[in-house]
């Protein structure tokens, strides 16, 4: 079982810049892939970004160039440094892992809003 806690999110203004963290705890591998989605509409997650378990980063179109995923400190931890962030990045952000048979985990979600 693996447990995911995202914090970080907030208001913040077109243009800004945010940093989301997550927390992995539980069964899963040493250097497991963590990932970023986001949920604009209900029950519709999109990826944000990845981190893989050699540290290689994938991200999506959308947020090229302005947004980077990082380990965090902590064990199992992953940041999400997003910076020129406009209204269209308002959404739900999750922080997402699998564990060792392959199941999926879900934080529960960090809102952020872009707004004036």
């Known amino acids: 079982q693996v447990q995911l806690v995202e914090s970080g999110g907030g208001l913040v203004s077109p243009g800004g810049s945010m940093r989301l963290s997550c927390t992995a705890s539980g069964f899963m591998a040493e250097n497991p892939t963590l990932a970023w989605y986001r949920e604009k509409i209900v029950n519709r997650r999109e990826l944000v970004a990845a981190?893989?378990?050699?540290?290689?980063?994938t991200y999506s179109d959308s947020v090229m160039g302005r947004v980077s995923i990082f380990r965090g400190s902590g064990e199992h931890a992953v940041e999400l440094q997003m910076n020129a962030l406009a209204p269209e990045d308002t959404a739900l952000y999750f922080c997402?892992?699998?564990?060792?048979?392959?199941?999926?985990?879900w934080g529960l979600g960090t809102l952020v809003n872009v707004s004036t």
């Open positions: 981190l893989t378990s050699d540290d290689r980063t």
């Open positions: 997402h892992t699998k564990d060792v048979w392959g199941t999926n985990y």
